[in-house]
């Protein structure tokens, strides 16, 4: 996850919406059942959840996937 402003963070696999995932092609995550894909440099809406200045680490809620065809 990279903002506008250079501010990187991550999506905790436990944030996402419950199913079983699986890792295809080392760059996407697939909900198995929906088939619903999450692939880097998807565009999506976050909330920022948490940071930890000690561990350089910027934590985010998934809000919305939004899906580019």
Do not use: C, W
Request: glycine share 8%; hydrophobic share 40%.
């Amino acid at each position: 996850m990279e903002l506008p402003n250079t501010v990187e963070g991550r999506i905790d696999i436990f944030n996402l919406p419950e199913g079983e995932y699986e890792v295809r092609n080392n760059i996407a995550l697939v909900e198995t059942l929906s088939n619903t894909a999450y692939t880097m440099g998807d565009k999506v809406k976050v909330t920022l959840a948490a940071v930890n200045v000690g561990m350089g680490q910027i934590d985010f809620t998934l809000d919305e996937h939004i899906v580019v065809k």
